[in-house]
């Protein structure tokens, strides 16, 4: 077997290969006498048919076959022999004809994972937003909570306001004839949540329980529904009842049916979770800031194998992150082709940074030890609430350990480049702030 290796880019390779006309005559002979063992032909008893016969009417069966085998046993032994690290599947171009005493030939082109030497990583200057504790928030939460488990009374008082849960009947007319879809009995709407056409709800205001009432709309321009959109319609409307919002007291009863002791450790334990949610995203968003300074210092050319896995990573956890909500992609305009289309620029952009990552990490020499493997191990199971043991068993995998292992080297690298990095902590605003260049741009 004779086989040349050709640089097509840095991320492409194509493979020469030319098997000798001896390995390609056994081939064909040992595909024939495996045919004729099974062979059926008119005239001839099964397992009995002549060579000559066998290769004159399976001929198209022995080239799939034999050219199959050929390809698959000298391309990975190609591969191997000459430490070639493919990252696709091969596409085999300009094969030769396969015949007996000749030899045969193709090429197969790959993808590979290109060789990364990273530059200019050290003495970056970065911008980190400083974090400024907002109580405002930590009410909003608590205020969130309280109102999930509020509930809906009779009004004492007869007539309707803003905020009110009123039951109605109603029907809609245009121009004195009802629509379809117009009309509903015991409807629940919330006065002031803008649920309804422009207009429905205020005119709904000061209305008695039990009265019925005429009120004129105009459905908008960008209406959904073409034959309503921009005309005016008058809806009949029966007031049946009135209910109002009923918002539990914040105190340690209600505290304790979210795991807390105390009205005090509620609010503590939301501050803590909004503390290091935000100390997350600005260490998230500070991460993100060097790597799209590495990418720019550094030219990476990205294999289309790579960025495809990316995408179906992306994918994943977004589409999981909203199956959890009661969510779809379509549910946010969007298929899935529209998604790898919409976020492959940042997919190029998150293999680019994690190839750099990886680069500048053998090049200084950062490694992982045992010990830190297992202090993360640890870490897992903690958060997950779950044995040690089982935790550790699931790592003990190749696949599941390789990618631990790139997970904690990539982090170590990211704290070397941090702490050789000019950091300077600005406001939230600050940071917002387009540079006087950009604007006059």
Excluded: C, W
């Excluded at 039951?167 to 006065?191: P, R, Y």
């Excluded at 935000?278 to 990476?300: A, M």
């Amino acid at each position: 077997m004779n086989v040349q290796v050709e640089n097509v880019s840095s991320i492409k390779k194509k493979i020469s290969v030319e098997v000798s006309a001896e390995r390609v005559s056994e081939e064909i002979a040992k595909a024939y006498k495996k045919i004729a063992k099974s062979a059926k032909v008119k005239g001839f008893r099964a397992g009995k048919v002549p060579m000559s016969v066998v290769e004159r009417f399976y001929g198209d069966q022995m080239q799939q076959e034999v050219i199959g085998r050929l390809i698959h046993e000298t391309y990975y032994k190609a591969l191997v022999d000459n430490d070639i690290a493919a990252i696709s599947e091969p596409s085999i171009e300009d094969s030769s004809a396969l015949e007996k005493d000749k030899p045969f030939s193709y090429e197969a082109h790959v993808e590979v994972k290109p060789e990364v030497t990273a530059k200019d990583y050290t003495g970056i200057e970065l911008k980190k937003e400083i974090f400024e504790f907002d109580e405002k928030v930590v009410d909003e939460r608590l205020n969130e909570m309280l109102n999930s488990r509020s509930s809906q009374v009779v009004a004492e008082r007869d007539d309707a306001q803003n905020g009110d849960f009123v039951t109605i009947d109603f029907e809609g007319f245009v121009d004195g004839v009802a629509f379809e879809g117009g009309a509903a009995q015991d409807h629940v709407l919330e006065l002031g949540s803008g649920s309804f056409i422009p207009g429905f709800e205020e005119q709904l205001v000061g209305l008695k329980r039990g009265e019925e009432k005429e009120i004129n709309v105009t459905f908008p321009e960008e209406y959904g529904n073409k034959d309503l959109a921009g005309k005016e319609s008058t809806f009949k409307i029966a007031l049946k009842e009135i209910k109002v919002k009923e918002v539990p007291e914040l105190d340690d009863e209600f505290a304790k049916g979210y795991g807390a002791e105390s009205a005090e450790d509620l609010r503590n334990k939301i501050k803590d979770g909004y503390t290091k949610q935000e100390t997350s995203r600005i260490d998230e968003d500070l991460k993100e800031r060097l790597i799209t300074v590495l990418v720019e210092r550094n030219e990476v050319e990205v294999p289309d194998t790579m960025i495809e896995r990316q995408l179906d990573f992306m994918h994943k956890n977004i589409t999981n992150r909203l199956r959890s909500q009661g969510m779809t992609l379509e549910m946010m305009g969007m298929n899935d082709e529209a998604f790898r289309v919409m976020y492959r620029e940042t997919a190029v952009k998150q293999v680019q940074g994690s190839l750099l990552l990886e680069a500048i990490g053998q090049q200084e020499n950062i490694s992982v030890d045992e010990g830190e493997i297992d202090s993360r191990l640890e870490e897992i199971a903690e958060m997950a609430n779950a044995p040690l043991d089982e935790v550790k068993k699931y790592y003990a995998s190749e696949e599941a350990r390789k990618g631990l292992l790139a997970q904690i080297e990539e982090e170590k690298v990211i704290t070397y480049l941090l702490g050789q990095s000019k950091i300077e902590e600005v406001t939230k605003d600050a940071l917002a702030e387009k540079p006087a260049d950009e604007e006059q741009e």
